[in-house]
């Protein structure tokens, strides 16, 4: 079982992947480097984070 400092970590470290993922397609599709950071931005709204370190201890 992961500790809560462990799952806290895990969860930052996916959120972070997934952000930058997203914010690589977003400047391919839309070639704007702003845009990109804007939808990128969306992805870490607080709720996400909290949903993701939530799950680890569903």
Do not use: Y
């Not at 969860?11 to 397609?25: E, F, K, N, P």
């Amino acid at each position: 079982m992961d500790t809560h400092s462990r799952s806290f970590i895990k969860a930052l470290s996916w959120r972070a992947t997934g952000t930058v993922d997203t914010m690589i397609i977003s400047l391919v599709v839309t070639g704007s480097v702003k845009l990109a950071a804007a939808i990128g931005g969306l992805k870490l709204s607080p709720s996400r984070c909290s949903f993701t370190f939530m799950s680890e201890h569903g």
